[in-house]
C-alpha cells in the first residue's frame, strides 16, 4: 500500500541510518515516540558480506537472509519492533532483494559463501538462481541506462543479479519478507527497484501477508516505497511503480536543494507550486527527502544535494519540506564522515563493533552521531507538520525573490527569508488570534516559550522581522503551542 501505516496524527519519519536495533529501540521510547515522529527506515537487517574497512555498502550486499548484522541480532531486532510500535513509531526495513553479495567470503551471520562460484548456502541460492544468461552486455554489468533489458537483468556494480522471475528466488524473498512483517515490521524501502521488473515486484507483494491485525487492525497491507532514481532522461520512470507503491521522488531532494542554494536562478518563490507543478509524481505516490544515505556522500544520484555539512541552508530546506503538504518525508539522520571517504563506516571501536549513540544533555548527539532528527529545528517542524494535519496551503506571500511564507490552513504558518536583506513585513497568517511559540528560535515547554513569542493580532495578521543574519532565518508558530 501508499499508506505508510502510521499510527494517528504522526506524519514524519527517519533514517537511523546503521543504527544498532538497541539504540532504535531506546530512541523510538525516549524521543521519537514523544516528539511525534511516525517511523524509523532502518539499515538492512539480514546477514551481510564483511568487506575489508568495514565500509558501510557491505550492508547493500546480502549473505543470506537470516537476521544477524552490524546492527544486532534477530532477538534485539525483534525487541526493537515491538518496543516501537508501543511508542507509536513504525519500523520499515531496507530490503535489498535485487542482487547478493560481489564481495567477502564470510557473512556478518557467520555464513561462508563463494560469490564467484554464486554459492549462497545461507539462504541457499546457487549459480541457478541468478540472471546471467538473460544479460547481453560484454561485461554482464548494467552498461547503458538507456536499456530497460540490461538495466534490469544485468549486474548492478558487479553484484550477482538474482532472477526474481523463478518461482524459487522470488519465494525465498517472499518467506523473508513475511518473517519480518510477523515480527511487526509495517513496511519496506524496496532498494534498487530500478533494477527489477514491475510485473515481478508486483507478484511479490502479491504474496505478502497482511500485516498482524492486533497491532495494526485488520486487513492492513505493509506499505511499499521503490528505490528508482528518476530524474528524467532515461526511459524507465518513477511512474513504471507508481501503481504498486510509492517511490522516492529524488527529484525532490535536487531541486529544493538548487532552490535553496539559488543555483541556475532559482527562488524560493518559485516553491509556490512545488510538487507536481514541478513534474514531480503525484503527493500520494511520493516518498520524499532532501539527502538520503547515497547521494549525501556522492553516490547514487549525487548533485548539489544539501547535507547537514551545509547546516544553515539543510534546516532551511528541511523546514520548507515538513511545513509542505507533498509526499511522505524521511528525515536523514547520519553520522560524520570523512568527504574524502566515501566508503566510511559508522562510528565503532575499530573492530566492526558499532558504537551506542550518545545523547548530550541538549537533546543533541555525541559521538560522531550527527542525529540531524534531534536538531531542534527539525523536530519541531515534525509536529508542525502534525498540528497542520492535512489543511491545504494558503495565505501564500513572496517578496518576489527569496522571501516567503504560508499558513496550512488555520493550524500553523511559517516564513523564510533566504534572501540576502531584512524581511520587515505584517503578514496573514490565518490563525486564531494569540500569543505563539516560534518553534525556530526556542521549544514550547510546559506552557512556556524558550524562544521569540509571535503575537497574532485579531485579523489574523502578524508583524514579522527576520534578519538575514538569522542563524536561521525563520519563524515557524502553530496551535499546537500557542501560549
Ligand atoms: C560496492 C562498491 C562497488 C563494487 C560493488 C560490488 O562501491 O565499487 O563494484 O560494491 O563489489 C551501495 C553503494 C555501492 C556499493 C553497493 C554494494 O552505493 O557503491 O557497491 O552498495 O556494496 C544506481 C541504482 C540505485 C543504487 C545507486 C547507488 O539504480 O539503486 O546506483 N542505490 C541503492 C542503494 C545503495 C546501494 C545499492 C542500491 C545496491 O541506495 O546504497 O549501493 O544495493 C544514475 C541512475 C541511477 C544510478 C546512479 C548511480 O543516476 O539513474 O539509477 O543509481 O546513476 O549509478
Ligand atoms: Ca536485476
Known amino acids: 500500500t501508499k499508506d505508510p501505516n502510521s499510527a494517528p496524527n504522526r506524519h514524519t519519519a527517519v533514517h537511523l541510518f546503521e543504527w544498532k536495533w538497541t539504540d532504535i529501540a531506546n530512541e523510538c521510547e525516549r524521543f521519537l515516540g514523544p516528539y511525534g515522529f511516525s517511523g524509523v527506515q532502518v539499515s538492512p537487517p539480514n546477514e551481510h558480506a564483511l568487506i575489508d574497512g568495514r565500509p558501510w555498502w557491505q550492508r547493500y550486499q546480502p549473505v543470506s537472509y537470516k537476521l544477524q548484522s552490524r546492527s544486532g541480532s534477530e532477538a534485539e531486532f525483534i525487541d526493537m519492533v515491538n518496543r516501537c510500535n508501543n511508542a507509536g513509531v513504525r519500523i520499515y526495513v531496507d530490503a535489498v532483494i535485487n542482487h547478493m553479495a560481489a564481495g567477502g567470503n564470510r557473512g556478518s551471520a557467520g555464513t561462508s559463501y563463494n560469490p564467484g562460484a554464486k554459492d549462497f ?54 518467506e523473508f519478507m513475511n518473517r519480518l512483517i510477523n515480527i511487526g515490521v509495517a513496511g519496506f524501502r524496496i532498494d534498487a527497484a530500478k533494477h527489477m521488473w514491475p510485473n515481478d515486484l508486483n507478484k511479490l507483494i502479491g504474496k505478502l501477508n497482511n500485516l498482524p491485525s492486533q497491532t495494526f487492525g485488520n486487513n492492513k497491507r505493509p506499505f511499499i516505497y521503490f528505490e528508482v532514481i528518476d530524474l528524467g532522461g532515461e526511459p524507465i520512470k518513477n511512474t513504471d511503480y507508481t501503481w504498486m507503491g510509492r517511490v522516492s521522488e529524488f527529484r525532490y531532494g535536487k531541486f529544493l536543494s538548487e ?225
Not at 552486455?137 to 533489458?149: A, F, L, Q, R, V
Not at 550477482?160 to 524459487?168: A, H, N, Q, R
Not at 524558550?450 to 508558530?477: F, L, Q
Open 259 to 483: 532552490v535553496v542554494r539559488k543555483k541556475f536562478g532559482q527562488k524560493l518563490k518559485y516553491l509556490n507550486n512545488f510538487g507536481t507543478g514541478w513534474g514531480m509524481i503525484p503527493d500520494g505516490d511520493a516518498q520524499i527527502m532532501v539527502d538520503n544515505h547515497d547521494n549525501q556522500r556522492g553516490h547514487g544520484a549525487g548533485g548539489d544535494i544539501l547535507t547537514f555539512f551545509d547546516s544553515r541552508l539543510y534546516k532551511i530546506a528541511t523546514a520548507f519540506m515538513l511545513a509542505w503538504p507533498y509526499g511522505y518525508p524521511v528525515i536523514m539522520s547520519s553520522y560524520n564522515f570523512n568527504r574524502n571517504n566515501d566508503a566510511q563506516g559508522p562510528p565503532s571501536d575499530g573492530n566492526g563493533n558499532t558504537n551506542n549513540v550518545i545523547i548530550n544533555a541538549d537533546l543533541s548527539c555525541g559521538g560522531g552521531w550527527i542525529c540531524e532528527h534531534r536538531w531542534r529545528q527539525i523536530y519541531n517542524m515534525a509536529r508542525f507538520r502534525n498540528a497542520a494535519g492535512f489543511q491545504p496551503v494558503q495565505n501564500w506571500w513572496d517578496n518576489g525573490n527569496n522571501q516567503i511564507a504560508f499558513s496550512r490552513g488555520n493550524k500553523a504558518f511559517i516564513v523564510i527569508n533566504n534572501d540576502d536583506h531584512s524581511l520587515d513585513q505584517w503578514l496573514q497568517t490565518g490563525l486564531p488570534q494569540g500569543q505563539y511559540c516560534d518553534i525556530m528560535s526556542g521549544n514550547f515547554e510546559q506552557g512556556r516559550c524558550t524562544g521569540k513569542v509571535i503575537t497574532v493580532e485579531g485579523d489574523g495578521r502578524t508583524k514579522v522581522t527576520i534578519s538575514n543574519s538569522e542563524e536561521d532565518p525563520m519563524i515557524a508558530i502553530h496551535v499546537d503551542a500557542k501560549l
Open 121 to 174: 548456502p545461507g539462504v541457499p541460492f546457487s549459480a541457478w538462481d541468478f540472471g546471467d544468461s538473460l544479460c547481453k552486455t560484454g561485461s554482464g554489468n548494467i552498461e547503458n541506462y538507456n536499456d530497460p533489458d540490461q538495466v534490469r537483468n544485468c549486474k548492478l556494480v558487479g553484484l550477482p543479479d538474482l532472477l526474481v522471475s523463478k518461482d524459487f528466488v522470488l519465494d525465498k524473498i517472499v
